[in-house]
């Protein structure tokens, strides 16, 4: 299947992984059947390498229900962005809607989608955080002319979505790899273990992801690697994660992070890809 130039990540996302791609794309395995992506997120990596079969999976269903809106109803979506101003009092109202859970569900998914995505385009820092309610937080941005509609992407993306076989999931990080078998791969992109208490950024999802969390990750990989499944991990290079995964093949990358609450901490860190194959 030719890749489409056009499909690629229509949310900005904590730790998303475009400025990565040419270190992923050089320690992936040669070949695989169906690709499988746990904690998806922006999606970088998939639009990158556009598998022809896929399973996809994110624990945010906001998230999942704006890809399966791209899918099925993307001239619908892109009508519905179109009524969106890039104005703070409106912003706040739209940003306001999911206070009232009863009123909030009567909106379609199609409804629901274009709000997160005007949101994700227009707050500050382009970030999809929830506080312990699952409520949106983030602030206004102020951006002078943010691409709110973007459909040219979005119906790259549909075109991709329609012709691949990509099985969309909602759940925890074990259950979207059941059925897995030999042969396939496995992308995980957790939420990455904080350097810092200021970088301890799980905000998309109102559950966070704790160390408990990171090892019942490492126990999935061992399952996997037992059974002979290639897979490749990101993560920041703490000491945990370090000794965590001593005992599988590690390389150390650079990577530029903005998302810091003081500017002088933003700059290049050290993160890892992890693999279990030469």
Not at 22 to 31: G, Q, Y
Not at 38 to 56: I, N, S
Not at 113 to 136: D, H, M, W
């Amino acid at each position: 299947m030719k890749k489409h130039p056009l499909a690629a990540p229509v949310v900005k996302w904590a730790g998303g992984k475009r400025q990565l791609l040419e270190d992923i794309a050089a320690h992936l395995p040669n070949n695989y059947s169906t690709y499988y992506e746990p904690f998806f997120g922006g999606g970088a990596v998939l639009f990158e390498l556009q598998p022809q079969k896929a399973v996809v999976n994110d624990i945010n269903e906001e998230l999942i229900n704006v890809y399966n809106v791209i899918r099925d109803n993307v001239e619908d979506l892109v009508a519905d962005l179109e009524k969106h101003k890039n104005e703070a009092d409106y912003f706040y109202k739209i940003r306001e809607m999911d206070r009232n859970k009863e009123k909030y569900n009567r909106l379609s998914d199609v409804e629901k989608a274009s709000r997160i995505l005007y949101l994700n385009k227009t707050c500050y820092n382009g970030l999809f955080r929830v506080n312990q309610q699952g409520e949106f937080n983030a602030p206004f941005g102020r951006y002078k002319n943010p691409n709110i509609v973007n459909e040219e992407v979005l119906r790259a993306v549909n075109n991709y979505f329609n012709k691949a076989e990509i099985t969309f999931k909602c759940g925890d990080f074990v259950e979207a790899v059941q059925g897995i078998r030999k042969g396939d791969f496995v992308y995980f992109d957790p939420p990455y273990d904080p350097i810092s208490d200021s970088a301890n950024f799980t905000g998309y999802n109102r559950n966070g992801f704790s160390r408990r969390e990171q090892i019942r990750l490492k126990r999935l990989c061992d399952r996997l690697n037992r059974k002979g499944i290639n897979f490749l991990l990101s993560n920041s290079a703490t000491e945990f994660i370090l000794d965590l995964y001593k005992d599988y093949n590690i390389t150390i990358v650079q990577a530029k992070r903005a998302i810091n609450s003081k500017g002088n901490k933003r700059g290049s860190v050290d993160e890892v890809l992890v693999r279990n194959y030469e």
